[in-house]
C-alpha cells in the first residue's frame, strides 16, 4: 500500500466536513464570487515610431491612388504583431503611414493597385521620419529595359517558359516577384509576350524567395540567387 502524506489526510478531511455540513440541518453559507478584476490595459508602445509619406505615380507621373505597406526585411521586437505598417494613397497618389516602428536596418515600401505591379524594389531605414516615392506600372506596360540602376541595388531577369514536346516554349502574363518573407512581396512584374520579366532594386546579398507562377493557378516556382551582380534567371513553370 502506498502511503498517505498527513498533508493528503487533512485536504480529504476539510472536503468531507464541507459536504456533509450541507446536508444536515446546518447549512454553508454561499461564498459570492469576487467581481472580475477589469483588464490592465497595454502599456504604450516603448518602441518609438516614424512618419513615411511620399507620392504614388506611374511612369509618365500620373498619381496612382494604391494602397502602400512598409515592412522590415528582417524582424524586431518593435514589429511583433501586425508584420507591416500601411496607408491609403489619396486621388493626389500622396500616402502618410504615421506608425512605423523606427527600425535601423533595411525596410521596404510597396504599394500595390489591382492591375499595377512595382517592378522595382523600393528600400529604406527608418531612423526617422522619411520620404517614399513608388513607381508603379500597369500590366499591359511593363519593361524589360530601361529600369534604373538604382544604388546597392541590382536587377534580376530572364524568361519563364513551359516545356511541351520537349520544347521551351515562352509563357506570357506569367507573375514573378521578390517574397522577401512569407507573403510579403517588394517587388513584381509580369511576363511579356516573349516570356521575359525584369526586376530591379534586389538586394545585393543571396536573394530569397523569387518566384514565378502561371495566372490561374496555384504552383508558383521558388528559386534563390546567389550574392553578387545583376542576373540572369529562367523559371520553368507547370
Not at 467581481?35 to 513615411?52: E, L, Q
Not at 512595382?118 to 500597369?138: E, K, R
Amino acid at each position: 500500500m502506498w502511503p498517505i502524506r498527513r498533508a493528503s489526510i487533512s485536504l480529504c478531511a476539510l472536503c468531507f466536513a464541507v459536504i456533509t455540513s450541507g446536508c444536515g440541518g446546518d447549512s454553508v453559507t454561499p461564498v459570492s464570487p469576487l467581481a472580475p478584476t477589469a483588464p490592465t490595459p497595454p502599456p504604450p508602445s516603448v518602441f518609438p515610431v516614424v512618419t513615411v509619406t511620399g507620392q504614388v505615380t506611374d511612369a509618365a507621373g500620373r498619381p496612382i491612388a494604391a494602397s502602400v505597406v512598409v515592412y522590415p526585411l528582417r524582424s524586431s521586437p518593435a514589429w511583433y504583431g501586425p508584420w507591416g505598417r500601411g496607408s491609403q494613397a489619396d486621388a493626389s497618389g500622396r500616402y502618410r503611414i504615421a506608425n512605423a516602428p523606427e527600425h535601423h536596418d533595411t525596410v521596404y515600401v510597396r504599394a500595390w493597385k489591382d492591375g499595377y505591379v512595382q517592378q522595382c524594389a523600393t528600400a529604406g531605414i527608418l531612423a526617422g521620419d522619411t520620404s517614399a516615392d513608388l513607381t508603379v506600372t500597369a500590366k499591359a506596360d511593363v519593361v524589360i529595359t530601361g529600369l534604373p540602376a538604382l544604388p546597392n541595388a541590382r536587377q534580376i531577369g530572364g524568361t519563364v517558359y513551359t516545356t511541351k514536346d520537349n520544347q521551351r516554349q515562352p509563357l506570357a502574363g506569367a507573375v514573378v516577384g521578390w517574397e522577401m518573407s512569407m507573403d510579403t512581396v517588394a517587388a513584381d512584374t509580369v511576363t511579356d509576350s516573349q516570356g521575359r520579366y525584369r526586376l530591379c532594386g534586389l538586394p545585393r546579398d543571396r536573394v530569397s524567395g523569387l518566384y514565378a507562377v502561371k495566372v490561374g493557378t496555384l504552383a508558383p516556382v521558388y528559386t534563390e540567387v546567389a550574392a553578387g551582380g545583376d542576373a540572369t534567371i529562367d523559371f520553368e513553370v507547370p
